[in-house]
């Protein structure tokens, strides 16, 4: 082995449990807070902690979990499997017989793959515990008023660490024992490679134990142990647990966000997955939920309840309440809302505005271009300053395909109008009101289609009195 090889470091994060106790089809590690799944959490935490590659352990739910992590990490995170889940020293068994770890020389950190809250430092911390020379193992520990659940650490008569008891092997003394083990590790490959070949099911479950690693580390030349709160380390078993560090995660994402110079007017109620980018300067009104991978540019402003996924928000633009916007794009200092329905690729230009419930789908809208009332817009290619009045809707499908509506620049649609696809309306035209627009329409022509008023004097006044003739006795009033 190359010398450099030893000081790589790989990432094994353990998410083969089927995690019964969240009773759902959906394997564990992928049940989502703040748009991430959780294995996504630890795993992210390694790579900015600075380690190169990532092994995951998968069984229950394999072809799921695979999937999820090959969308997310691609070739940066390979999988190892465990087809019988027999403890989580056999976890870490499969992984470094896997073909990504081999013949692996450097450094392992050891993650589970349901702790959704763990910091980065926390990792680094770790990394930085296993120094040349020193012990073969670092670990992190914490302590609880109620442990129970979790491996205990038991220390010898210098206060050194020696062993991890598990909950159902401890005796009564150990059980008092209040230090616990979180989970996570730092260890050399050589070593752990030779401890888990050793590891016994003699225990309570019958499983190999991971934490039997650490007796062995102990005795071989000790362990380096760090202190570290739980609160950051906290696994999720059940659906409570689940909610609990969903709500940590958001309460921690709304205050860095508040640090870094947003203006966010309520902490409590702001949503921000974790995937979200709101730069300094911008301002966030109560109720908001940013999903999934929004952007935020300085000086944009997202008003109460707007409920935005996959959206960017360019400076200086204005959403306005209970916006709904799906995979959109909020051009530069253009305004939405209150009230709109952007659907997914819509694309709005500079200075645009899409006013109440108005709705728009794949659709361009040029600088300065105004569906300010009650319109639907889909598959359209707006031009600038366009003006499209109120009520005007986009017949975009003929029940089989959809198709374009291209409205160029300068041209002025009356309210009321249908713009039946195919079709164009050229530059400067005009569309008068009511009208459907089924042929393309020239440039600074005027295109009306309705049937010519016809006012009949007198006549409101003729049916009114016919009207009240006809009125049955037992009409009251
Ligand atoms: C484990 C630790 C315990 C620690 C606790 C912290 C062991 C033996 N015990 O216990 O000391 O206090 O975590 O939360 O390690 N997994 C696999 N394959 C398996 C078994 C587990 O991939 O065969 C994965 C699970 O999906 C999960 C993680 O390993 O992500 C931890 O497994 P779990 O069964 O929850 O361990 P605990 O009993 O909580
Ligand atoms: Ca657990």
New binding site residues.
């Given amino acids: 082995m190359s010398q450099d090889k030893k000081t790589d470091w790989v990432a094994i994060v ?6 019964t106790r969240m009773k759902s089809p959906l394997p ?2 992928l049940h989502v807070i703040a748009g991430r799944p959780l294995v996504a959490y630890p795993l992210e935490a390694a790579f900015d902690a600075g380690v190169q590659r990532c092994v995951a ?1 998968v ?2 739910g394999r072809e799921q979990v695979e999937s999820a992590l090959e969308e997310r990490f691609a070739s940066r995170v390979s999988t190892a499997v ?1 087809t ?8 870490v068994q499969c992984a470094m017989e896997s073909a990504a770890l081999a013949d692996f020389e450097g450094n392992v950190v050891i993650l ?4 959704p809250l763990i910091p980065t430092e926390s990792v680094r911390a770790l990394m930085d515990g296993l120094r040349a020379g020193g012990p073969d193992l670092a670990m992190l520990t914490s302590t609880l008023d109620q442990p129970h ?3 205990r650490i038991l220390r010898d008569g210098e206060g050194r660490v020696c062993a ?1 008891r ?2 159902r092997d401890c005796s009564a003394d150990e059980a008092a024992v209040k230090e ?4 996570l590790y730092a260890v050399r490959a050589p070593f752990l490679r030779s401890a888990i070949a050793s590891l016994r099911d003699d225990n309570a479950q019958g ?1 190999l ?3 039997d690693v650490v007796a062995q580390a102990a005795s071989a030349g000790g362990v380096v142990d760090i202190p570290w709160d739980m609160a950051d380390l906290r ?1 999720v ?1 059940d659906r409570y647990e689940l909610a609990v560090c969903a709500e940590e995660r958001r309460q921690r994402i709304a205050a860095q966000l508040a640090r870094s110079g947003v203006a966010v007017r309520d902490l409590r109620t702001l949503y921000v997955d974790a995937d979200c980018e709101v730069a300094p300067g911008a301002v966030i009104e109560p109720q908001v939920h940013l999903r999934g991978r929004c952007v935020v540019e300085a000086g944009a402003r997202i008003d109460v309840g707007a409920v935005l996924t996959d959206v960017t928000v360019r400076a200086g633009a204005e959403v306005l309440p209970y916006t709904v916007a799906t995979e959109s794009v909020i051009g530069e200092e253009a305004t939405v809302g209150p009230f709109t329905h952007l659907r997914p690729q819509t694309d709005l230009g500079r200075k645009a505005k899409v006013g109440n419930f108005s709705e728009t789908k794949k659709t361009i809208v040029g600088e300065g271009s105004k569906v300010n009332h009650l319109s639907y817009v889909g598959d359209g290619v707006i031009g600038k300053n366009v003006n499209i009045g109120a009520g005007t809707i986009f017949c975009n499908y003929d029940g089989v395909r959809k198709h374009t509506t291209t409205l160029e620049d300068n041209v002025f649609i009356g309210s009321d109008s249908q713009l039946v696809a195919p079709v164009t309306v050229g530059a400067g035209a005009y569309v008068a009101s009511g009208t459907t627009v089924t042929r393309d329409v020239p440039p600074d022509a005027l295109a009306v289609a309705r049937t010519k008023q016809q006012n009949k004097e007198g006549y409101a006044a003729h049916f009114r009195a016919r009207a009240k003739a006809s009125r049955g006795p037992t009409d009251g009033t």
């Fill in positions: 353990l998410a083969a449990g089927q995690g564990k590690v352990v069984g229950h465990q019988e889940q027999r403890g989580t020293g056999h976890a589970y793959g349901d702790c659940g979790y491996g991890i598990e909950q616990v083990n979180p989970g499983e134990y991971l934490t696994g078993n």
